[in-house]
C-alpha cells in the first residue's frame, strides 16, 4: 500500500511528470529530501514505471487515427511483430480474437502517410491480409 502522501506526489506528477522535486515538496509542505525518498521508493517499487509526455491538442487535433486489423501467419507472428514495433506512427499494438490477430491504432499526419505505412504493413513477411477504418470522432474517451 502507499501512503496518502504518495498519493498526492502521483496526482501531481499525473498532471505534470516535469515537476521539480522542489515544487512538489512546496505543494504538500514537506522537506525536498522526504519527497526525493518518496518519489524514489515509488520508483523502485514499481508504483512509478516512467516519465512521459502527453500530447496537446494542438498537434493531436490535426492528426488522422486509424484502427488496422491485420491477418498474420502463425508462424510469422512475433516476426511481424517486432517489424511492426518499429514504425513510430503505430501507437498500440493488441493481440485479438476473430477473424484477425492483430489490432493496431495508427496516428499519421496525411493520408498520404497513412498510404505509405499501411504498404509497407502490407510488406511485411507474415502479413496476409489487413482492414482499415478511419476515425471520424471520438465520442467518448475517458
Not at 515537476?19 to 514499481?46: C, F, P, Y
Not at 510488406?123 to 482492414?131: A, F, K, P
Request: aromatic residues 4%; hydrophobic residues 40%.
Amino acid at each position: 500500500m502507499i501512503s496518502e502522501k504518495d498519493e498526492e506526489i502521483l496526482a501531481i506528477l499525473r498532471c505534470n511528470a516535469r515537476a521539480s522535486v522542489s515544487d512538489i515538496a512546496k505543494a504538500l509542505n514537506v522537506s525536498r529530501t522526504a519527497i526525493q525518498k518518496r518519489i524514489s521508493k515509488l520508483e523502485d517499487n514499481g508504483v512509478i514505471k516512467s516519465y512521459t509526455v502527453e500530447l496537446g491538442s494542438r498537434y493531436t487535433n490535426d492528426l488522422i487515427n486509424v484502427n488496422v486489423s491485420l491477418k498474420v501467419k502463425p508462424n510469422l507472428r512475433k516476426h511481424a511483430s517486432i517489424a511492426l514495433r518499429k514504425i513510430h506512427q503505430i501507437t498500440h499494438i493488441y493481440s485479438i480474437s476473430g477473424d484477425y490477430d492483430l489490432l493496431m491504432t495508427i496516428a499519421v499526419q496525411s493520408l498520404e502517410q497513412l498510404s505509405d505505412i499501411l504498404e509497407k504493413i502490407c510488406s511485411l513477411d507474415g502479413v496476409e491480409r489487413t482492414n482499415s477504418s478511419i476515425i471520424l470522432d471520438t465520442v467518448f474517451k475517458r
